[in-house]
C-alpha cells in the first residue's frame, strides 16, 4: 500500500505562486507516475499535471499549461506543484494521485490509471 500526503493550500491571492507538495510513504518503490488532479465545486475531477521517475519527463493540462510546473524527488517520494499566475478559476481541492509505470502519456490524465489517491487540499483563489 501507499499513502499520499497532501500540504500547501489554503486562501492565496489571485497572481501569487504557492508550491502544493504531497509526500509518499509505505511500498514507494512500486510508484512511477505520480500527478496532481483537481475538482472544483460542481465539477469533475480533472488531470492538472503528472511525472514519471522513469526519465523525469513531465505533462499538463492546456489549462495550466506554462503557469503551473510539476517536479519531485523520487528519493524522497515528494512531488510538488509550484503554481503561479493563479486565477479564481484555479479553485479546488487538489490531489495527489500515484501509480506504477504508465507507458501511455495518454493515460496520464485518466483517474483510473491511478491506484493511489491523497485526500486532497483545498485551495481558494481569491480576486
Known amino acids: 500500500q501507499v499513502q499520499l500526503l497532501e500540504s500547501g493550500g489554503g486562501l492565496v491571492q489571485a497572481g501569487t505562486s504557492p508550491r502544493l507538495s504531497c509526500v509518499a510513504s509505505?511500498?514507494?518503490?512500486?510508484?512511477?507516475?505520480m500527478a496532481w488532479f483537481r475538482q472544483g465545486p460542481a465539477s469533475e475531477r480533472e488531470f492538472v499535471a503528472g511525472?514519471?521517475?522513469?526519465?523525469?519527463?513531465?505533462y499538463y493540462a492546456d489549462s495550466v499549461k506554462g503557469r503551473f510546473a510539476i517536479s519531485g524527488d523520487n528519493a524522497k517520494a515528494t512531488v510538488y506543484l509550484q503554481m503561479s499566475s493563479l486565477k479564481p478559476e484555479d479553485t479546488a481541492v487538489y490531489y495527489c494521485?500515484?501509480?506504477?509505470?504508465?507507458?501511455?502519456?495518454?493515460?496520464?490524465?485518466?483517474?483510473?490509471?491511478?491506484?493511489?489517491w491523497g485526500h486532497g487540499t483545498q485551495v481558494t483563489v481569491s480576486s
Open positions: 494521485a500515484a501509480a506504477d509505470y504508465l507507458p501511455d502519456r495518454a493515460t496520464w490524465s485518466m483517474p483510473i490509471q491511478y491506484s493511489y
Open positions: 509505505g511500498r514507494t518503490s512500486s510508484i512511477w507516475n
Open positions: 511525472i514519471t521517475w522513469k526519465d523525469v519527463s513531465t
